[in-house]
């Protein structure tokens, strides 16, 4: 009996673990964070989904599978807070104005951690859920939009790789991309186009397919389409 009863904790325990960000207490209320450097600060809302409160802690790297602190020109307040029971509270990004490139856009990674609250009872295995979301700093040097950007993308093909060229200074991801036959792929090898850089979005793609519609994620973390654009 008591076997059967851990063996059930350990499946539910297992099952919980597999949640996605979703199911997290704290939610951001956004998927990115655009900072415009004639701005003084960036902003984004946190909010509490629990009925308890909940320590949150909050820092920023340059890559995404970054491990312990590095040196970043730009700093996260408060990077400890406590948000209340449904409650709101404000994360403010400052650039100290030097260390990031003008020409081009520059990436960040914001981390939130949350820390829940000591449980009544003994016994209780909590898990803390930490949440990843870019911040694209944005130079007021750059005068190209994301939709100019998006749109001035160079699609190419070697074999049966669709591949992607980024002209621009701004940072373009990709959503969904069907062909010209109406075939969906959404399962993409890359989705992320740095500035002046190449990636490989696809590794199996149609053949001699001279057109393509795509989808790139705009500022507000939506999908803006693209169609009917040719490929070489």
Known sequence: MKLGKKLLALSTLYAFMLCSSANAAIQAQATRVIYNSENSAATLSLKNNSDKPYMVQTWLSATKD????????????????????????????IYSGQGLPTDRESLLWINIQEIPPKPEQDNVLQIAIRSKLKLFYRP???????????????????????KVKNASPLHVTIGVIKDAQGKTYSDLNEDLVAPYQSITVLNN????????????????????????????
């Open 140 to 162: 007021k040097q750059i005068k190209t939009s994301l939709d100019e950007a998006a749109h001035q993308l160079q699609w190419y093909q070697e074999g049966k790789q669709l």
């Open 66 to 93: 970054a491990q312990g602190k590095q040196k970043i020109p730009m700093v996260v307040i408060p990077p400890l807070l406590k948000i209340e029971s449904d409650k709101e509270s404000i994360l403010r990004f």
């Open 205 to 232: 793609f149609s053949g001699n397919v001279k057109s393509i519609t795509y989808t790139y994620i705009n500022d507000y973390g939506g999908a803006t389409t693209i169609s009917s654009v040719m490929t070489k």
